[in-house]
T-cell receptor, first 113, second 109 residues
């Protein structure tokens, strides 16, 4: 079965600093999803990557999928307290039908003002 | 107002009792999912449904049951057979991007 490992498990940064979160898969990624979660709340969809080498950006968050499609990174530029939360990566499965996502354990981000 | 609603937000249950968690959506999605989230464990799939009157077990279905009588609704019952039910439960909908509800925190007393 596919497993996703996220690193680091937790991260504390000063406001304004850049940071990167990584997601490494035990198998080829056919679809890689990034979500953000505030404690005790649901997940908010950020971005989906499918093609090797693909890169997407939304505001100050950029996600990349490597050429071999086994690792993705999430980069936040000039972090703000509003970026704080838990970031989770999820991987879709290649067979047809609904996407049953497998998730990493999450990276907890704290941004100090 | 569109979206996914889960109720209640907090739920307390005594050992040996069954309890049902509600998930309702008006996004017109066929696919619906139930996940369980434990601290440090990430999300694990309990059940999913691709169409009305059909559902499949996920990775941790033991001690849970579901029904899908309407497209809009996918309730989850946590039975007394679930040995460690205290967790945060999340409902999601969608085929590619999955969209999540606000969650229900279940505590067994």
């Amino acid at each position: 079965s596919q497993e996703l490992e996220q690193s680091p498990q937790s991260l504390i940064v000063q406001e304004g600093k850049n940071l990167t979160i990584n997601c490494t898969s035990s198998k080829t990624l056919y679809g890689l999803y990034w979500y953000k979660q505030k404690y005790g709340e649901g997940l908010i969809f950020l971005m989906m990557l499918q093609k090797g080498g693909e890169e997407k950006s939304h505001e100050k968050i950029t996600a990349k999928l490597d050429e071999k499609k086994q690792q993705s990174s999430l980069h936040i530029t000039a972090s703000q307290p509003s970026h704080a939360g838990i970031y989770l990566c999820g991987a879709g499965k290649p067979q047809g039908g609904s996407e049953k996502l497998v998730f990493g354990k999450g990276t907890k981000l704290t941004v100090n003002p | 107002d569109g979206g996914i609603t889960q109720s209640p937000k907090y739920l307390f249950r005594k050992e040996g009792q069954n309890v049902t968690l509600s998930c309702e959506q008006n996004l017109n999605h066929d696919a619906m999912y139930w996940y369980r989230q434990d601290p440090g464990q990430g999300l694990r799939l309990i059940y999913y449904s691709q169409i009305v009157n059909d559902f499949q077990k996920g990775d941790i279905a033991e001690g849970y049951s579901v029904s899908r009588e309407k497209k809009e609704s996918f309730p989850l019952t946590v039975t007394s057979a679930q040995k460690n039910p205290t967790a945060f439960y999340l409902c999601a909908v969608g085929y590619n991007e999955q969209f999540f509800g606000p969650g229900t925190r279940l505590t067994v007393l």
